[in-house]
């Protein structure tokens, strides 16, 4: 599925286009998962719906290495021109881009913007372990 054939790929797109969170901190949740994830000794993991960064980034700086997944082309080049190191790490598209066999993480971070966006939300857990959230 490309940005274009989907309209709330599309939407996100204007949005970020239009500078969405551009000057934006982070929120404080960014704290709460690293601590979840370093109490937990989780290492490696997936932000679904990463978008530009703002809060993707400083999940990195605190040593989390992710899998960025966004279905924003715009967010994803956004992203991808702040932190060209990661560029491998970032993928445009929903979780049926991601290949589950080559993308197993230990922990999930998931926002639900939308209700369209929430079935991915639920569908991570199939890039998890056993037991892992």
Known sequence: MTSESDPAAVAWDAEYAAGRYASEQPVAFTSDILAAAHQAGATRGLYIGCGNGRNYLPLVSGGLDLT???????????????????RDRLVCGDLSTLHTSSCRMSAAACRARTTRTAPNCSAASGHLPSGSR
Request: aromatic fraction near 0%; glycine fraction near 6%.
């Open 68 to 86: 960025g997944l966004d279905i924003s082309a715009a967010a994803i080049a956004q992203l991808t021109a702040r932190a060209p190191d990661r």
